[in-house]
């Protein structure tokens, strides 16, 4: 992503966001009737701060780092925490919250792909 630091400084960096088939069913599980149907009924009412708020824990949830070698994909409070804190989020968040096709490809990118 290319964003714009608080300096005023144009930067360009990668961003990873990834949820794991484990941490969708637990997202489910612990959501009343499923997250699908909940996303459904929130998007049908208009239900605006919800959707944000699903929005925003969804791109937290998933975001993380890799591991050099490739094995792990680091997630943590303090690297969720330094990621919010930056202008990519933020643009990140709003370009999501604005545009119902960017935020539905962001979704379908970062799920596991089913295995045939």
């Known amino acids: 992503m290319t964003y714009t630091d608080f300096d005023g400084m144009e930067r360009t960096e990668d961003f990873y966001f990834n949820l794991t088939e484990a941490e969708i069913i637990e997202m489910d599980m612990s959501t009343e009737g ?40 680091m997630k943590n409070p303090k690297i969720t925490e330094e990621f919010s804190q930056t202008q990519a989020y933020s643009d990140l968040f709003m370009s999501l919250a604005s545009d119902p096709d960017e935020a539905s490809a962001f979704i379908n990118g970062i799920v596991p792909r089913k295995k045939e």
């Open 34 to 73: 499923g997250l699908e149907q909940m996303i459904h009924k929130i998007s049908s009412e208009q239900n605006k701060p919800r959707i944000i708020a699903i929005f925003k824990e969804i791109i937290l949830k998933a975001y993380g780092e890799k591991s050099l070698d490739g094995k792990r994909f």
